[in-house]
C-alpha cells in the first residue's frame, strides 16, 4: 500500500520499475505514424507487419492473410529504441512481404524513463 508522502517522482520510478502499461497502435500501410515519449525514451516490444486477417485496414486487396515480414520488429527497434520521437512509414521503411496485398502494422511500445543516478560524491584530493 502506498504512503500519503510518496512523492510523485518516486511514484514514477514504482511504475516503471513495476512495467507501465504498454502502447499498441495499427497502422495502415499508408499511414504515416509518430511514436512519441516526451522526455522518456521508446522501446519497441512488438512489430507485425503484413496481412493476418481480412477486416484489419481493409482497403485493397486483403485475400493474402499469410503474408510477415519477419524482420519488422528488427527494423523497428533500430529505427526508434532509445529516441523520444519516431516516425513509421510502412511503405517506405518496410520490405514488401506480400506484393499486391493491402497490409498494416501492430506495434506496441513502451516509453522508458531513464534511471535516475544519485549525484556523484565530491572526493577531496589532498
Known amino acids: 500500500m502506498l504512503q500519503r508522502?510518496?512523492?510523485?517522482?518516486t511514484l514514477l520510478v514504482l511504475l516503471c520499475h513495476n512495467?507501465?502499461?504498454?502502447?499498441?497502435?495499427?497502422?495502415?500501410e499508408n499511414q504515416p505514424t509518430f511514436l512519441s515519449c516526451g522526455v522518456a525514451t521508446?522501446?519497441?516490444?512488438?512489430?507485425?507487419?503484413?496481412?493476418?486477417d481480412t477486416t484489419t485496414c481493409a482497403s485493397g486487396n486483403t485475400?493474402?492473410?499469410?503474408?510477415?515480414?519477419?524482420?519488422?520488429?528488427?527494423?523497428?527497434?533500430?529505427?526508434?529504441d532509445g529516441t523520444t520521437l519516431c516516425k513509421i512509414i510502412?511503405?517506405?521503411t518496410y520490405s514488401d512481404p506480400c506484393f499486391g496485398t493491402s497490409k498494416y502494422m501492430r506495434l506496441s511500445y513502451q516509453c522508458v524513463?531513464?534511471?535516475i543516478q544519485p549525484p556523484p560524491i565530491p572526493t577531496i584530493i589532498t
Open 42 to 52: 521508446i522501446k519497441v516490444l512488438s512489430v507485425f507487419y503484413g496481412r493476418d
Open 90 to 92: 510502412p511503405y517506405e
Open 19 to 28: 512495467g507501465v502499461k504498454a502502447t499498441e497502435l495499427t497502422i495502415c
Open 113 to 115: 524513463v531513464p534511471a
Open 63 to 80: 485475400d493474402n492473410t499469410n503474408c510477415a515480414l519477419s524482420d519488422a520488429l528488427n527494423i523497428a527497434a533500430t529505427t526508434c
Open 5 to 9: 508522502g510518496l512523492s510523485g517522482l
